[in-house]
């Protein structure tokens, strides 16, 4: 994964990509303790974010250039399935804004804060997104107030009751 | 069945010890971590029969 993230921030010092974060599973492992997953999400903010299309053309031709193989949805970087994800909606965005710092070996990255891990996964919804919120909630939960903040923000409260009525109140007192 | 006050002891005990246990794993450093993910992706690639093996294969390095 070290080389790979090197790869990405050449990526983007040459500006094919804009700020990028690493998200999913691997920005979930950042604050408890493992958990399986086989690639790593990285969104990022496209170097045109104004262009109604995304051309994948100039990532792809770099990446192919370093080695880059694709294989399904991902392209696999020196052995690790790296899944290039561009910014889709404002929660994703606002996430890869305010992404920690984070020194991976010898190599500087950027990845998600464990609120806007929480709310991708709520707002995802798959069973396992839900399992990982679960064990995520024990391990490292956010203060409530800043969790609360976006929730309302990006209009998750629906979603956040459904998840508290099936799964519990992890804020709840004796939890 | 209800249990003595000495097994509500021993879980509490043993609670309390999984906790710390969860924690201490989590202030690991991530490089570790992932390490340890890729352990498991080796465990459950080699135990999963053909035709139900990940999508993907164990990462090469960390």
């Given at each position: 994964?070290?080389?790979?993230?090197?790869?990405?921030?050449?990526?983007?010092?040459?500006?094919?990509?804009?700020?990028?974060?690493?998200?999913?599973?691997?920005?979930?492992?950042?604050?408890?303790?493992?958990?399986?997953?086989?690639?790593?999400?990285i969104f990022?903010?496209?170097?045109?974010?104004?262009?109604?299309?995304?051309?994948?053309?100039?990532?792809?031709?770099f990446l192919?250039?370093?080695?880059?193989?694709?294989?399904?949805?991902?392209?696999?970087?020196?052995?690790?399935?790296?899944?290039?994800?561009?910014?889709?909606?404002?929660?994703?965005?606002?996430?890869?804004?305010?992404?920690?710092?984070?020194?991976?070996?010898?190599?500087?990255?950027?990845?998600?804060?464990?609120?806007?891990?929480?709310?991708?996964?709520?707002?995802?919804?798959?069973?396992?997104?839900?399992?990982?919120?679960?064990?995520?909630?024990?391990?490292?939960?956010?203060?409530?107030?800043?969790?609360?903040?976006?929730?309302?923000k990006y209009?998750?409260?629906?979603?956040?009751?459904?998840?508290?009525?099936?799964?519990?109140?992890?804020?709840?007192?004796?939890? | 069945?209800?249990?003595?006050?000495?097994?509500?002891?021993?879980?509490?005990?043993?609670?309390?010890?999984?906790?710390?246990?969860?924690?201490?794993?989590?202030?690991?450093?991530?490089?570790?971590?992932?390490?340890?993910?890729?352990?498991?992706?080796?465990?459950?690639?080699?135990?999963?029969?053909?035709?139900?093996?990940?999508?993907?294969?164990?990462?090469?390095?960390?």
């Open positions: 994964m070290e080389k790979a993230l090197k790869i990405l921030n050449e990526m983007k010092r040459k500006k094919i990509i804009g700020q990028y974060a690493i998200g999913g599973g691997v920005a979930a492992i950042r604050y408890m303790e493992s958990i399986l997953t086989y690639d790593v999400d990022f903010i496209p170097s045109t974010p104004d262009a109604l299309l995304l051309d994948m053309t100039p990532m792809i031709t192919r250039s370093k080695g880059g193989k694709a294989d399904k949805e991902c392209i696999i970087l020196e052995g690790t399935p790296i899944q290039l994800i561009a910014v889709y909606n404002d929660l994703v965005t606002e996430g890869v804004k305010k992404a920690l710092p984070v020194i991976y070996g010898s190599v500087k990255s950027r990845i998600l804060r464990k609120e806007h891990v929480l709310a991708l996964m709520l707002q995802t919804g798959r069973p396992k997104d839900f399992l990982r919120m679960g064990q995520m909630f024990q391990e490292a939960p956010p203060s409530k107030a800043v969790w609360m903040r976006l929730v309302e209009d998750l409260i629906k979603l956040w009751n459904r998840y508290r009525e099936k799964y519990g109140d992890p804020y709840k007192e004796g939890r | 069945m209800t249990r003595t006050k000495k097994e509500d002891k021993i879980l509490s005990v043993l609670r309390a010890s999984k906790k710390a246990r969860r924690s201490a794993l989590a202030r690991l450093p991530l490089k570790v971590k992932i390490r340890q993910l890729i352990e498991m992706q080796k465990i459950d690639w080699a135990t999963k029969p053909e035709g139900r093996k990940p999508r993907f294969r164990p990462w090469l390095s960390p």
